[in-house]
């Protein structure tokens, strides 16, 4: 129970909430948006045929148009509308789509078309939904299609047979902008759908984390309570079991029990003692001095290989007691990830400093290391930075994903403190003979009212215990 309660915190994505952004398009929105394209696209021919009077080869038209339908009731027959499909599936399907487009372009006056730009629409789909390789994929297929398009479409003639043709340059001006789109849509779109992805699950982990903390912080009061509450009858059963051994002695057998039974009193007194110190009191389970919370959340990492050095003093009108404050497991958490980066990093130092005044209370965590490289130092706090170093640390063993930060970062700013990254003003030198503040810099500040616990009164007097 103790080595749970203490264990460091480690938080694992699992894999099926990771993986669930490769399969997150359902076959029922494919569909529905099939549908009405193929309303749009029967709209427009009817429109071109019977209001512009364009003479267009309408059987060969609507046998295209006929295939997205085929395509739409297979898939409706195939798979249920609750389907989830496969990024192979999805690939497939937009492909389909694509094609099935283009081909109907080429039958309807190709880059002469203004509906042309509408090809652009299933490679913005694959970019949100789709791996960066696939997103490729359909984007130089449709480059190619169009290209094919413009060099082989039938030419809009009206009924009566005048052409209908826009200059050669506008033509040429129509491709470049639509691969020009396929290009810049494709590439943005990709870019947000994997910023929000990984925020999704960054904060998938943080929940974690929190949920982890929280529970750990329960299962120490339930423990405390259980001390408390199986503290007298346990008591009792060693009163009466030692005045009955005493009665018994002249009995061997039943003086034997008798001891026995006394005998597992102290066991079961020695266990509750045990799991009472790692569940903590009552009074300690929800406030804690200040210097007892940054122990709690560095005790994981003490016996790391480094130093860790904690300087805790009031500041300018700050009170000479060390404040009270609450122990929120989110807290806890967001201190321990924070304490866990500056040993990963440092070279033999970290440290820890604090101070408090009237107004607030700072929290500084410092180290001995390289400190944060200029090109990541800017985005700190975001999830999925590979390494603190931009990937030429003298670690490469260490290769996060930096959810520690971004986790940390969440925590701490819902307990009301605003974060500072900064690198400290010693320079970098390796192996020096005095540890010097030249790694990373993480400073926490709270007005004082948002942590600062009131003050508890005293506990009282115990109750005899009667037998």
């Known amino acids: 129970m103790a080595d749970l309660l203490r264990a460091p915190e480690r938080v694992e994505l699992d894999l099926s909430a990771t993986q669930a952004h490769q399969e997150w398009v359902r076959v029922r929105t494919l569909i529905l948006l099939r549908w009405a394209a193929i309303a749009g696209q029967i709209a427009a021919l009817a429109v071109a045929d019977l209001y512009f009077q364009i003479a267009l080869n309408l059987p060969l038209c609507f046998v295209t148009v006929g295939a997205a339908v085929v395509a739409n009731i297979a898939a409706i027959n195939l798979y249920p509308e609750s389907r989830r499909l496969s990024q192979a599936e999805v ?17 309807t006056g190709g880059l002469n078309n203004p509906f042309a730009l509408l090809i652009l629409v299933p490679v913005t789909i694959a970019a ?4 960066l390789r696939p997103t490729l994929l359909l984007g130089g297929s449709t480059i190619f299609m169009i290209t094919l398009v413009a060099l082989v479409a039938e030419p809009l003639v009206t009924k009566a047979g005048a052409h209908i043709d826009v200059p050669a340059e506008i033509e040429f001006g129509t491709w470049v902008a639509i691969v020009i789109g396929v290009v810049f849509l494709g590439a943005y779109a990709h870019r947000i759908a994997q910023e929000i992805h990984s925020m999704s699950d960054a904060l998938f982990a943080t ?9 750990l912080t329960d299962l120490g009061g339930v ?14 059963i060693k009163l009466v079991s030692s005045e009955l051994a005493d009665e018994l002695s002249d009995d061997p057998e039943l003086y034997d029990d008798a001891v026995l039974i006394r005998d597992q009193a102290d066991r079961c007194r020695d266990i509750l003692r045990s799991m009472g110190r790692a569940g903590k009191d009552d009074v300690h389970l929800r406030t804690a001095p200040l210097l007892a919370v940054l122990r709690e959340a560095a005790e994981p990492h003490m016996e790391r290989g480094k130093h860790i050095v904690f300087d805790c003093r009031p ?19 967001a201190l321990r990830n924070l304490i866990q980066n500056a040993v990963d990093f440092a070279q033999t130092t970290v440290w820890v400093d604090t101070e408090w005044t009237d107004r607030s ?10 400190g944060y490289a200029p090109s990541v130092i800017n985005r700190i706090g975001d999830p ?29 700013e819902r307990t009301g403190a605003k ?19 030249s790694g990373a810099v993480v400073e926490l500040r709270w007005h004082i009212g948002r942590l600062l616990a009131p003050e508890t009164g005293p506990l009282g007097k115990n109750v005899p215990i009667e037998s």
């Open 207 to 215: 929940q974690m984390a929190l949920a982890r903390e929280q529970k």
């Open 419 to 437: 974060l500072r990254f900064a690198n400290g003003r010693e320079p970098y030198q390796k192996n020096a003979p005095v540890p010097r503040r």
């Open 91 to 107: 690939t497939t399907t937009l492909l389909f789509d694509t094609a099935q487009l283009a081909l109907l372009l080429t039958l």
């Open 128 to 131: 949100t939904a789709l791996k």
């Open 361 to 370: 209370i700072i929290v500084r965590v410092c180290d001995d290391g390289r």
């Open 384 to 412: 999925f930075i590979s390494s603190r170093s931009g990937g030429r640390s003298e670690r490469p063993e260490y290769e996060g994903m930096g959810l520690g930060l971004f986790i940390a970062k969440t925590l701490l």
């Open 223 to 236: 423990v405390a309570a259980a001390a408390h509450e199986l503290g007298t009858p346990l008591a009792t």
């Open 315 to 333: 500041g300018e009108g700050g009170s000479e007691r060390q404040p009270t404050i609450y122990r929120y497991p989110e807290l806890v958490h």
